[in-house]
Nanobody, 119 residues
Framework: VQLQASGGGLVQPGGSLRLSCEAT????????MNWYRQAPGKQRELVAT??????NYGDSVKGRFTISRDNAKDRAYLQMNNLKPDDTATYYC???????????????WGQGTLVTVSS
């Protein structure tokens, strides 16, 4: 599978962006889809997760970010509102992918998309 993340860019504080992650290629199914981010000099951190049993968010983005999914298109989205300078980071998509009906899930990372929040 290839995970293509897009939608990053430069936005002013208080603004909004919508990130998209599309899964393409050959695979059997996708379990959870996740967004992580990594700021310069910091560890990669979980931003949001969407799975069959619901969604989960990092504490720093709760109430501002919303993760959603279009299973028909094998896409996940991250709507980011009220952005802050601390949200500046490269955002990565992670999906748990099965390549066969009886196979286990494999972690697959996409390339990052840069989000810069600055006036």
């Amino acid at each position: 599978v290839q995970l293509q993340a897009s939608g990053g860019g430069l936005v002013q504080p208080g603004g909004s962006l919508r990130l998209s992650c599309e899964a393409t290629g050959m695979f059997f199914s996708i379990g959870s889809m996740n967004w992580y981010r990594q700021a310069p000099g910091k560890q990669r951190e979980l931003v949001a997760t969407i799975a069959d049993d619901g969604t989960n968010y990092g504490d720093s983005v709760k109430g501002r970010f919303t993760i959603s999914r279009d299973n028909a298109k094998d896409r996940a989205y991250l709507q980011m509102n009220n952005l802050k300078p601390d949200d500046t980071a490269t955002y990565y998509c992670l999906a748990y992918v099965r390549y066969g009906a009886g196979s286990h899930y494999t972690r697959e990372w996409g390339q990052g998309t840069l989000v810069t929040v600055s006036s």
